[in-house]
């Protein structure tokens, strides 16, 4: 069990199943179970995931002045968060709607509302950093402080940027420059991908890099290895719903890797944490245990997947 302080988004996400995107115009379409509302966001889904691998998790966030707690731990989880670090300092919770269809497309719509101006309360974060193993960032501007006390601390950093755009690149610098470990999602990368995963490396030093691909699979690069090896999806379960499924992946992978620090066993895990997720609606739904996690590794790379 690891202690993992996680800072970052906390968003109200509405959930719609199309029949193809683009989709037509309509002006009222009636399809029953295709729309699901819940919290989202990368922050609550990374703690979601790694409170139910067994970690200890502090989430410290910011939401809405009046945003009810209570749908931050809806009565049919089996697992609770900690809202007690979740400060209500901003005017409205940051939105999203997601419309995806059977194919896998996702149009993301998304309302940060007055994220950007919100500043965490930093006087408790100290002790919190110094008692954990690790801490996982969000890119928002709020998370920035986080770089300098999880260095005072000579804490891990993680960070999930997702989205990467070159032209916001100096944006993410502070992120970039600190990381031990950092995500991306292809959606908007232009270049190959091996040489953006090692551009990135080379120019930030980074010690491991998760490249999300999709339906594709992800790349993994570790520094330490050298290895740059691309992985092809592995399939647990039929595909619902994909949103969530990145950040599944990425908490499943630090929990493994503080845990064993071995990043083929940790990536080979989360990809097969992720799959079982997509055949769930909802982005806090649809978790493997660690005895599914362990048959289903034997069973597909078999007894040597330790290793390998």
């Known amino acids: 069990m690891s202690k ?88 409205s919770t940051p939105t999203q709607v997601v419309l995806y269809d059977r194919n896998r497309k996702e149009q993301i719509f998304e309302d940060i509302k007055d994220l950007r101006d919100a500043e965490y309360r930093m006087a408790m974060v100290p002790p919190m950093v110094a008692a954990s193993d690790m801490v996982v960032l969000s890119n928002a501007n709020f998370c920035r402080p986080f770089i300098e006390t999880a260095k005072q601390f000579e804490r891990k950093i993680a960070v999930n940027i997702h989205t990467y755009l070159e032209e916001k690149e100096v944006y993410n610098k502070d992120f970039l420059e600190n990381a031990s470990i950092l995500y991306f999602s292809d959606d908007t990368i232009k270049t190959d991908p091996f040489d953006f995963v090692k551009g990135i490396a080379d120019r930030y030093g980074t010690d491991i890099i998760i490249l999300g691909q999709g339906a594709k699979g992800l790349i993994l690069y570790d520094r330490r290895r050298g290895i740059n090896v691309h992985y092809d999806t592995v399939r647990t379960n039929e595909v619902v719903n994909t949103t969530g ?3 599944a992946m990425f908490a499943c992978f630090l929990h493994y890797y503080q845990e064993t620090g071995d990043s083929v066993l940790s990536i080979k895990n989360a ?30 790379w078999g007894d040597n997947a330790k290793n390998s």
Do not use: C, H
């Open 4 to 91: 993992f302080i996680v800072a970052g988004i906390i968003q109200i996400e509405t959930i719609v199943k199309v029949g193809s995107i683009p989709i037509e115009f309509s002006p009222v379409t009636s399809v029953p179970d295709t729309i699901f509302t819940s919290a989202g966001g990368d922050a609550f889904n990374e703690s979601l995931a790694l409170r139910w691998l067994g970690d200890k998790v502090d989430l410290l966030s910011v939401v809405g002045r009046n945003q009810d707690m209570s749908i931050l731990n809806p009565l049919d989880r089996e697992i609770t968060l900690n809202t007690d670090y979740i400060l209500p300092i901003i005017k």
């Open 245 to 247: 499924a990145g950040n």
């Open 271 to 300: 990809m097969l944490f992720a799959s079982y997720k997509i055949g769930y609606m909802g982005t806090s739904n649809g978790f493997m245990t660690v005895e599914q996690l362990e048959q289903w590794r034997s069973l597909i």
